[in-house]
């Protein structure tokens, strides 16, 4: 197991070093970040001299080898626009977006297996059929227009929950949190929602199918043979099997969650990460871009190490070897 | 104890209502069981043999039900009883072995959980109490250290192994009956031997009444006491194995048995029933095997009824090998 874990991280390091160099120089191709801090009336000289202070002189691979040289001291660049850390703005915009992301990832649980289970142990019924047509308009539908869409509902024609913002947060371990207070939670449920709709259609499918397939298999059969309950059977027996693939598709998608944040996030005015991303590429803010995209990178790689581990405690036939990943 | 067979079924009828129409997978099954008996219940795929087992459990999926007809279990009715009734009746009274012991046991769940469930669903046991009790079925069929065993994930033990558990926990609850739906089709043939032994001492030993399903007719002839032969959706001949092997009454039952290999007729061209199993949404009317039977005429368009020869054997059709019609011993009647 920790041959395993160490293995994995090894190949992580190897993901990141690989996505550094295509993110530090893709991104010298979409634009001259100089043309935003330079003014009409200035002249040539002063134009330089804002190049030389931002670094943006020397050549890219010296541009490089010194981004490199201080991410290893856990310096990822200076922002141009802020003049503070790059990864301190992205850390200290992180625990809204991660906030957002969990509620989500909730919501696909809490709506998603349920309703998958009904729908797949009574597939005839209008309601399952309801429930397909409404899966099926959750994944075509696009995120940002289910945003517009919600915010119209709710907020403007109803004017049930607020549109942007995250309300009132309490500090949780100093960290400002918004699902403490009633406001904060009212300001989460619209954006939230809109980021989870896609997961779970996501769910309620792989649950269906996986109840679908399930329940027809003889271990179910001689689950009934042996006078369970039917309550045992489907929260035990069916539950179980088909929380594997539930389990590890979520986790996958875990940092798609955050990824697609960016959307929801600018639709909600929601202050996270996905937002100053935005706001960065406008401006073309090239250090919060490479450092926004490196911990998205990093984020993506932790969150498939914890899949693996916890897939092996789901399905004990999965025992995780030092074969690799 | 008392003379009346433990299981009774009269005249069973379970039909799956089909979008392409009512197929009759059983069509007036009659047949009982006797405490410590082994009934062997053969006939070639499709004939309704597993679709009676199921029956008898009260475990018929939808779309299809029991029409009609009586299961009779130590007396008591099955047939319309709620399914909360039901439930406490399986496992308890009636258990079932399925035929692949690859499926049968729940892969995500540990042996243990999956033995001591079976216990705490039909009474109020203590964890403890239930876990020995568990440990103590897999003794009698045969696991060495079941302790250890107990820990394991089925996907740990080999199939025949899988099926002994599957057995132990069929046997738990100390049931009166089980059915045992080809349970030996999946192993090899020594280890089938091991397990076709160990179920003949604990029927002999417990007074247990079984339905031994197959269509191994070479398993059947070594286990069963007696012998019901079904086709389509029915029993078409029953009585004791040895007299029904030895000298069957029904042509498709002679069919079957020419059908089996054997070292008599090596290198010998194997007999085949001519023809295929009706479609049992289009059953013919009359008897069913008519149209494949060398025997049949214009009498087999009306259905024959399961009528006795002698005490203790029974057959359903109109031209039976019996002793006044057929002097010769079993010759190959299929053959071309």
Known sequence: MSVFILRRLMQSA???????????????????????????????????????????????????????????????????????????????????????????????????????????????????????????????????????????????????????????????FGVPVSFLTLDGLKHLLLPAFNLALLKISLVIRLTRAGTREAIHQDYIKFARAKGLSTRRIIGVHL?????????????????????????????????????????AIQQLDRP?????????????????LIVDILYSILDPRVRLGDRGA | MNDAPTLQVTDLKTHFFTKAGVAKAVDGVTLSVNRGEVLGLVGESGSGKTVTGFSILGLVDQPGRIVSGSIRLNGEELVGKPEADLRKIRGRKVAMIFQDPMMTLNPVLRVDTQMIEAIRAHGDV????????????????????????????????????????????????????????????????????????EVQKLCAETGLAMIWITHDLAVVGGLADRLAVMYAGRVVEEGPVDQVLDAPLHPYTRGLIGSVPSHNRRGARLSQIPGMTPSLLHLPEGCSFAARCPRADDACRVMPPLE?????????????????????????????
């Open chain 1, 239 to 279: 539950l179980k099997n088909i929380l594997i693939p539930v389990v590890t598709v979520l986790g996958l998608e875990f940092g798609s969650l955050i990824a697609f944040s960016v959307v929801t996030e600018t639709v909600f005015a929601w202050p996270g990460m996905g937002k100053l991303l935005i706001e």
């Open chain 2, 308 to 336: 006795g020869f002698g005490p203790s054997r029974a057959a359903r059709c109109h031209h039976p090998f019996t002793a006044e019609n057929d002097g010769q011993e079993i010759d190959l009647t299929f053959n071309e």
């Open chain 2, 126 to 197: 203590s964890e403890e109490a239930a876990r020995e009790r568990s440990r103590e079925a897999l003794v009698r069929v045969g696991i060495p250290s079941p302790d250890e065993r107990l820990q394991s994930y089925p996907h740990q033990f080999s199939g025949g192994m899988r099926q002994r558990v599957a057995i132990a926990i069929a046997l738990l609850n100390e049931p009166d009956l089980i059915v045992a739906d080809e349970p030996t089709t999946a192993l090899d043939v020594t280890i089938q031997a091991q397990i076709l032994y």
């Open chain 1, 288 to 304: 919060i871009i490479v450092a926004y995209l490196i911990m998205i990178v990093f984020l993506f790689v932790v969150i498939n």
């Open chain 1, 14 to 172: 190897l993901v990141m070093v690989a996505m550094a160099v295509i993110v530090f120089f893709g991104i010298h191709l979409i634009g001259d970040p100089v043309w935003m801090f330079v003014s009409p009336d200035m002249d040539q000289q002063d134009i330089e001299e804002v190049t030389r202070a931002l670094g943006l002189d020397r050549p890219i691979w010296e541009q490089f080898g010194y981004f490199v040289l201080s991410a290893l001291q856990g310096d990822l660049g200076t922002s141009f626009i802020f003049g503070e850390p790059a990864l301190g703005l992205i850390i200290e915009r992180m625990p809204a977006t991660l906030e957002l992301a969990f509620t989500a990832l909730l919501m696909a649980v809490a709506f998603g297996i349920p309703l998958g289970l009904y729908a797949g142990l009574y597939p005839d019924s209008a309601v399952s059929k309801a429930i397909m047509a409404g899966s099926i308009l959750g994944f075509s539908l696009p995120t940002f227009w289910v945003g517009i869409m919600l915010i119209m509902v709710f907020a403007v024609i109803l004017g049930w929950l607020p549109s942007t913002g995250r309300g009132d947060t309490v500090d949780l």
